[in-house]
C-alpha cells in the first residue's frame, strides 16, 4: 500500500514539475524564464535599466568632400577630408573604413555567394544580369596623412584599413585625405539603392547617389570595430559626424542633398529664391521653387557649363543625394516644438500629378506623427526624392518610387504604395538615423521599428489607410504552419529568411501588439519615446531596446521578446472546453424543480427509449405488489425533511452567503490549449442571453506555470449565450475555428468573396 | 546521362523592378463544397510580387486593375495562376475556372477559383510553386476547410507537392 502511494506520488510531482519544461534534459524550457543568457551583461556603458551608461562614448566622424559628377560617363569622382575622434577609452593602432561601393566591384563576395539553381538562368534577361560584369568598385587613387605623405592601407573586399604610424590615443583626433573615383551603375538594370535611371525620350539621368564615399565604420563598445562585410541586405553602421560637401554637377542640373544649401545665390536663380523665400513663410501648402513647365523645358537643355552646390549638415551619420536636370521641386516648412524644418519634394514629370499632390505633405504629415512618437525631428530639411521602383533612406534625404501610368492615371494600389514608402523612408530619419542602430546586425532594429510607426502614421492620414503591415491578422498567415525557411526576428541581417515579413511586417506587428493588447497606449507610448530619447544620436543595441521598454513601463516583457523575437513560434490558442455551473442554494423550491428541468432537457439513452416500445409491460407493471417507496416516490417533489435541512442552513449562513446563493451567478470553466507555442493573453468575449456582451482581458502570465493548457473559471449574473476568444483580432492567432463556443463556422474568402457580389464581377461578365 | 539544359529565349525588353520589399508569400483557401460539388479556392498574391513574375515570364499585361473585365489579358492571368495552383485528383490534373478577382488598395490580389463538379474524392495531390521559380525563396501556403477545423499546408521549393486527404 505504501509503496503504491510513492509511486503515485512521485509519477504526480514529475507530471507537475513537467508543466512548461518542454525537454527531457532537466533544463528550465519555460516560456517566461528570463533573458539573462540571451542578453549582454548591462556595465558602464550600458546600464541593466536600457540606457546609455555613465561611461557611454562614441566615436565621431567629420567629413568635408568634394565632388564631381560627369553626366557624360556616369562616373563620379571624390576627394574627402575625414577627421575622426577616438572617444574611446582605448588606443586604435589602425582605422576601418567602409567601401561599400565594392559590393559592385568585379568578382565581389555578394555576387560569389549567391544561392544559384538553373532556373535563375532560364531567360536570356536573367542570364545578362547574372553575367553581367559592370566594375562599380572603388578606385582608390591615394590615402594621404595631412602633411601629404601616404599612409599604409589594406582593401580588404567592402572594407578598407588604414594602419597608423602612431595608435590613435583615447580623447586625440587624426585627420587624414582620400581620392577615389568609380562607374556609377545603372540602377533600372542591375539593381542598387544608389545608381541612375536613363530616360531615353529626352537623354536625361536622374541620379540617386548614395553610400558613395569612403566611410568610416563604427567602434564601440559591443563590437569594437565593425567587422561585417557589405553583402548588399543588411545595410549600414556609421558614426555621427558633420559634413561639409560640395558637388559639381552640369549647370543646368538640380541638386536635393542631406543637409542645407550654403549657396543659394549661386545655384538658384532670382525667381527661385524669391519663391522659395515666399514658400518659407506658408505652412498651409507646398509651393513650387521649380515648376513642371520649367522642368520640361530644363531637361532640353544640355549644359557644358558646370556648377557647385554647397551643403553643410550637422550630426549625421551619412550624407546622400539626388541630381538631374529633370527635378521639379515642392517647398512646405513644418514646425515641430517651434523649430521649422523645410519638407520638399524633387520629382520629375513623370511622377505628376502623384507627387505634386501627396508627397510633400506626406512629408511634413510623418514628420509630425514621428516626432509625437520619438523626438522632435531635429534637422532643418526632410526630402523625399522621386526615383522609379526603389524605396530607400539617408538622413534628411530618400528616394521613393510611385510613378503613374503616361497618360497620368493611377490605381489607388500605386498611390497608397507610394504614400507608404514615403511615409516609410521618411520615418527611417529616426530609425536608424537618428536612433543609430547597426543596420548591418539587426535589421529589425530599424525595419521594424519604423514599420510600427509608418502603420501609426498610415492610420492618421486617412481612416482605414489600406495598410499592409501593423495589425495583428495581417501577420498570421506567415507565422503559422510549418517553419521551415522562417527565421527568428533575432537572426542576423544577412541569413533571414522572408526578409519582408521577419525584419519588416513581424516586429512591427510585436510592438502592435504590445501597445494594444499588452501594455496599452499610455504604458507603451510612454517607453517608446523614452527610448528614442535615450538612445537618440547614439547607437543602441536590441538588449537596450529590450530593457528600456521594460524598465520604463514597469512590464516584465522577458516572455514577449523570447516567443516572438527569439523563436519563430506562433499563435494558435484554442478555446477547447466550456462547462457550465451555477450555485447549489440548498433551497428544495428551487433546486428540486431545476433537477426537474435539468432532467427533462437531457438526452435520452437510445436503449430506453426502445425498451419502451419493445417492452409491453415490465414485471412490477404486472405485479404492482412488488413496488416500494422507492418505486412510488416523487424525486421532485419537496418533503419536509428538505424544508428542515434548508432551515437548518440558512441558520449558519451569514446574510452575504445568503445573498450569493441567491444571486443567480452562473459560471463557467473555460479550457484552453496553446497550440503555437506562442503564449499570449485571454482576450474573452462573453456574449449573454440578453443580447448584451462583456469582454474580460487575463493577461499572457495565465500560463506562467504550464505553458501550454490552462483554465479560467468566469462568472456572471447573467446566462451566457457564447464565448470568442480574440474577438478583435488582435493576438495573430492563425486558426480562429477553434475560437468559438458554441462553435462557429469560419467562412472562407471564398465565401466571404460570393455573399459580397451584389452584381455580376467584371471578370466574369468580360468570360461571357 | 545527357544533361539538357534549355535556355528559354525571350524576345521582348526587360525590365527589372524592385518594387519596396518583394513578399514572397502565396496564401490559399480551399474548401469542398458539398452543395456546388465544386472544390472553391481563393489564392492571394501581391500585386507587385505577381507583375513582377508575370513581366519575368514575358507574359505582357498593362496594370493588374487594368486587365480586370479584358479577357485577353484574364486568360494569360488565368494560365500562370492555374499552373502554379494545381490538384491532381488520382494523379489526374483537376482544371479551375477563374471567376473572379479582387484587387485591395494594399496591393493584395485574391484570385477565385472553381474547379468542375465532382464527387469528394478521398485524397487529392496539390502542387503548389507558384513563382518559386522566380523568388527562390516564395513560400505558398495552403489553408485546407475541413469540416473538423482547419488545416495548414506548406509548399516550399524542396516539396511544393503535397498529398492532402480531405
Known amino acids: ?768 | 546521362m545527357k544533361l539538357r539544359f534549355i535556355l528559354l529565349f525571350v524576345l521582348f525588353a526587360f525590365s527589372l523592378k524592385l518594387s519596396a520589399h518583394e513578399f514572397y508569400f502565396s496564401f490559399a483557401e480551399m474548401q469542398y463544397n458539398e452543395k456546388t460539388e465544386q472544390f472553391e479556392i481563393s489564392l492571394e498574391v501581391s500585386g507587385h510580387d505577381l507583375e513582377d513574375y508575370l513581366a519575368d515570364k514575358g507574359v505582357i499585361i498593362p496594370r493588374l486593375e487594368e486587365c480586370v473585365g479584358k479577357p485577353i489579358y484574364l486568360t494569360m492571368i488565368e494560365k500562370e495562376i492555374t499552373h502554379g495552383f494545381q490538384i491532381l485528383v488520382k494523379g489526374n490534373p483537376l482544371s479551375l475556372d477563374l471567376i473572379g478577382m479582387k484587387i485591395n488598395n494594399n496591393d493584395q490580389v485574391i484570385f477565385f477559383m472553381t474547379s468542375r463538379k465532382m464527387e469528394k474524392p478521398k485524397s487529392i495531390d496539390v502542387n503548389y510553386d507558384l513563382m518559386m521559380d522566380f523568388f527562390s525563396l516564395q513560400q505558398n501556403k495552403l489553408t485546407l476547410f475541413k469540416s473538423e477545423g482547419k488545416q495548414f499546408v506548406t509548399f516550399l521549393n524542396t516539396r511544393s507537392k503535397r498529398t492532402i486527404e480531405l
Open chain 1, 1 to 768: 500500500m505504501r509503496i503504491l502511494f510513492t509511486i503515485i506520488f512521485a509519477l504526480t510531482s514529475l507530471n507537475s514539475w513537467s508543466q512548461g519544461h518542454e525537454n527531457l534534459e532537466n533544463i528550465n524550457m519555460n516560456k517566461f524564464r528570463q533573458l539573462k543568457q540571451e542578453l549582454a551583461t548591462p556595465n558602464v556603458y550600458r546600464t541593466a535599466s536600457g540606457a546609455p551608461g555613465h561611461e557611454y562614448y562614441q566615436q565621431r566622424a567629420d567629413y568635408k568632400i568634394e565632388i564631381e559628377l560627369d553626366d557624360e560617363k556616369q562616373t563620379i569622382h571624390g576627394k574627402e577630408r575625414i577627421t575622426y575622434v577616438n572617444n574611446s577609452p582605448d588606443r586604435l593602432d589602425y582605422l576601418w573604413l567602409q567601401l561599400d561601393q565594392n559590393m559592385r566591384a568585379q568578382g565581389s563576395d555578394s555576387k560569389l555567394i549567391q544561392v544559384e539553381r538553373m532556373e535563375d538562368f532560364n531567360t536570356l534577361s536573367k542570364v545578362h544580369s547574372k553575367m553581367f560584369e559592370f566594375d562599380g568598385g572603388y578606385k582608390i587613387e591615394y590615402i594621404k596623412a595631412t602633411n601629404g605623405q601616404n599612409m599604409d592601407y589594406a582593401i580588404n573586399k567592402t572594407m578598407l584599413r588604414i594602419d597608423l604610424k602612431e595608435a590613435l590615443q583615447p580623447g586625440k583626433s587624426i585627420s587624414f585625405d582620400l581620392k577615389w573615383w568609380y562607374n556609377i551603375n545603372d540602377r533600372m538594370k542591375i539593381g542598387g539603392r544608389s545608381g541612375y535611371e536613363y530616360f531615353p525620350e529626352n537623354e536625361n539621368h536622374l541620379y540617386t547617389i548614395a553610400q558613395f564615399f569612403p566611410r568610416m565604420c563604427v567602434y564601440n563598445d559591443v563590437e569594437g570595430w565593425q567587422n561585417k562585410q557589405f553583402l548588399g541586405r543588411g545595410e549600414f553602421t556609421l558614426p555621427f559626424g558633420d559634413y561639409d560637401v560640395e558637388i559639381k554637377v552640369p549647370g543646368d542640373h538640380v541638386i536635393a542633398a542631406t543637409g542645407v544649401l550654403q549657396n543659394e545665390s549661386q545655384v538658384l536663380t532670382s525667381q527661385q529664391r524669391e519663391r522659395l523665400a515666399q514658400a518659407k513663410k506658408d505652412f498651409t501648402k507646398p509651393t513650387l521653387i521649380i515648376t513642371q513647365e520649367e522642368a520640361t523645358e530644363n531637361e532640353k537643355t544640355k549644359s557644358k557649363k558646370s556648377k557647385v552646390w554647397k551643403f553643410k549638415a550637422e550630426n549625421v551619420r551619412d550624407f546622400a543625394f539626388a541630381t538631374s536636370r529633370k527635378f521639379i521641386w515642392d517647398v512646405m516648412p513644418v514646425k515641430i516644438e517651434g523649430k521649422v524644418t523645410l519638407a520638399m519634394s524633387y520629382y520629375p514629370k513623370e511622377g505628376n500629378p502623384l507627387w505634386e499632390k501627396y508627397s510633400t505633405e506626406v512629408v511634413a504629415h510623418t514628420l509630425e506623427v514621428y516626432s509625437d512618437h520619438t523626438i522632435p525631428y531635429p534637422y532643418p530639411v526632410a526630402i523625399s526624392v522621386h526615383a522609379a521602383s526603389i524605396g530607400m533612406e539617408y538622413p534628411m534625404i530618400c528616394f521613393n518610387y510611385g510613378r503613374p501610368e503616361e497618360d497620368g492615371t493611377y490605381s489607388p494600389r500605386l498611390k497608397y504604395g507610394m504614400m507608404s514608402v514615403i511615409i516609410h523612408e521618411v520615418g527611417h530619419n529616426f530609425f536608424p538615423m537618428i536612433i543609430n542602430s547597426d543596420e548591418r546586425q539587426w535589421t529589425w532594429m530599424d525595419e521594424g521599428l519604423n514599420t510600427f510607426l509608418q502603420y501609426v502614421t498610415e492610420q492618421k492620414w486617412e481612416r482605414d489607410y489600406p495598410s499592409r503591415r501593423g495589425p495583428a491578422y495581417m501577420i498570421s498567415d506567415y507565422m503559422g504552419g510549418d517553419k521551415e525557411y522562417i527565421s527568428p526576428i533575432m537572426t542576423n541581417s544577412e541569413s533571414i529568411w522572408q526578409f519582408g515579413n521577419n525584419a519588416y511586417g513581424k516586429p512591427a506587428t510585436a510592438l502592435n501588439i504590445l501597445r494594444e493588447t499588452i501594455m496599452g497606449r499610455e504604458l507603451f507610448d510612454y517607453a517608446f519615446k523614452i527610448y528614442a530619447e535615450r538612445w537618440a544620436f547614439k547607437h543602441p543595441t536590441p538588449a537596450d531596446f529590450f530593457r528600456t521598454m521594460e524598465d520604463a513601463s514597469g512590464v516584465d516583457l522577458d516572455w514577449f521578446w523570447r516567443g516572438w523575437f527569439y523563436t519563430t513560434d506562433h499563435v494558435e490558442i484554442a478555446m477547447t472546453n466550456v462547462k457550465w455551473f451555477q450555485m447549489n442554494t440548498g433551497n428544495p423550491t428551487i433546486e428540486k424543480q431545476w433537477s426537474e428541468i435539468k432532467d427533462e432537457r437531457g438526452s435520452e439513452f437510445i436503449g430506453n427509449q426502445r425498451n419502451q416500445a419493445d417492452t409491453n409491460k415490465t414485471r412490477l407493471e404486472r405485479k404492482p405488489g412488488l413496488g416500494d417507496f422507492y418505486n412510488t416516490q416523487d424525486p421532485y417533489s419537496i418533503e419536509t425533511a428538505d424544508e428542515e435541512d434548508f432551515g437548518k442552513l440558512q441558520e449558519t449562513l451569514s446574510q452575504k452567503d445568503i445573498d450569493l446563493l441567491n444571486s443567480g451567478m452562473q459560471f463557467y470553466e473555460l479550457n484552453f490549449k496553446n497550440n503555437g507555442g506562442l503564449v499570449m493573453p485571454l482576450i474573452i468575449k462573453a456574449e449573454f442571453v440578453d443580447g448584451s456582451e462583456e469582454v474580460i482581458r487575463i493577461p499572457a502570465e495565465i500560463w506562467l506555470k504550464h505553458n501550454y493548457l490552462t483554465s479560467k473559471v468566469l462568472y456572471f449574473k447573467k446566462e451566457v449565450s457564447a464565448f470568442v476568444l480574440d474577438p478583435f483580432l488582435e493576438t495573430a492567432d492563425t486558426d480562429l475555428s477553434n475560437n468559438s463556443w458554441p462553435r462557429k463556422v469560419e467562412p472562407t474568402r471564398f465565401k466571404l468573396f460570393k455573399e459580397n457580389v451584389t452584381r455580376e464581377n467584371p471578370m466574369q461578365r468580360s468570360k461571357r
